[in-house]
């Protein structure tokens, strides 16, 4: 059973940091480019930030570019979301998402794979 499980958030002030982890288990996914997602309450799921499968180009939503740092380790079978100054507006529930192959996407329907989600509360 393949499975995407998200770790690291919580609850923050305005200005700090979070870090988010994707286990993944049941296959490996060191040839598929993996993402980021959220969702905050009453919105669309959008685009947070994309990586290729060798981590050699990383892709971010203009909300948190210079903000938000993708990577991944491939032996570990894992992808990490490094969140910093981060603002009330962030706020939502983070996706860790597994692409069908090489190719980066920045839709949901790009993604075939789905971790549960974790909550991220950033308070002014």
């Known amino acids: 059973q393949v499975q995407l499980v998200e770790s690291g958030g919580g609850s923050v002030q305005a200005g700090g940091s979070l870090r988010l982890s994707c286990a993944a288990s049941g296959r490996t996914f060191s040839r598929n480019a993996m993402g980021w997602f959220r969702q905050a309450p009453g919105k669309e799921r959008e685009f947070v930030a994309a990586?290729?499968?060798?981590?050699?180009?990383?892709h971010y939503a203009d909300s948190v570019k210079g903000r938000f740092i993708i990577s991944r380790d491939n032996a570990k079978n894992t992808e990490l979301l490094q969140m910093n100054i981060l603002k009330p507006e962030d706020t939502a529930v983070y996706y860790c998402a597994a692409a069908p192959g090489y190719g980066i996407g920045f839709t949901p329907g790009e993604y075939d794979y789905w971790g549960q989600g974790t909550q991220v509360t950033v308070s002014s």
């Open positions: 990586i290729t499968w060798s981590g050699g180009s990383r």
